[in-house]
């Protein structure tokens, strides 16, 4: 799949147009609503500080465990529950990554389930998990088996990264293997230094659903009308 083959309107309403910067102020996460609005975008990606915050036509998605992972599960639940209460549609937790390097996947499934519980069925719920991490930690068979029991817990979809983890973000190889491991019903969303529209139509290509961009508009601009 090249960028030809996707249209500009049809690659927007996957993305989850996203600012979480530690630095970031109130009207630094106003000025991200107003561009995906302008972006036509699908939502919009914000620290849970910025709640409550109207995002108009846009869904609004926090993140929780962000972005180590390292929180207790309970802490990650009651941020998910929290963020859910002030507004938001969608919530992007991050498991424990050293968890899951050391085969604890049932420590993981625990993780994910206690914020599934927290959020209730009706709040999107995605699961990052590190996949460059993963893969380069522990391999692929690690990658699988984490996505798998994030969707047996009750994933809406599996994440790559945060954007922040030192082994990178997003690669066409994690998606395809995330996208393999779980059902049809179960999303995957790419993000992580995608930066152009060939990259983002690689990931498309390999099976994401979503895409997390900070640099939306460039990435979008590459694509026809």
Known sequence: MTTTDLRRSDVAALVDHTL??????????????????????????????????????????VVAGFPSGKHHSLVKAAEARLAVDTGADEVDMVIDVGAAVSGAFDEVFADVLTVREAIGPDAVLKVIVESAALLELAGEDTLREVCVRAATAGASLVKTSTGFHPAGGASVRAVQIMREAVPATVGVKASGGIRDARFAAELIAAGATRLGLSGSRAVLDGFPD
């Open 20 to 61: 979480l910067k530690p630095e970031a102020t109130r009207a630094d996460a106003e000025a991200t609503v107003a561009e995906a609005a302008e972006l036509g975008v699908y939502a919009v990606c914000l620290s849970p500080s910025m709640l409550p915050i109207d995002t108009g036509a846009q869904k609004t998605c």
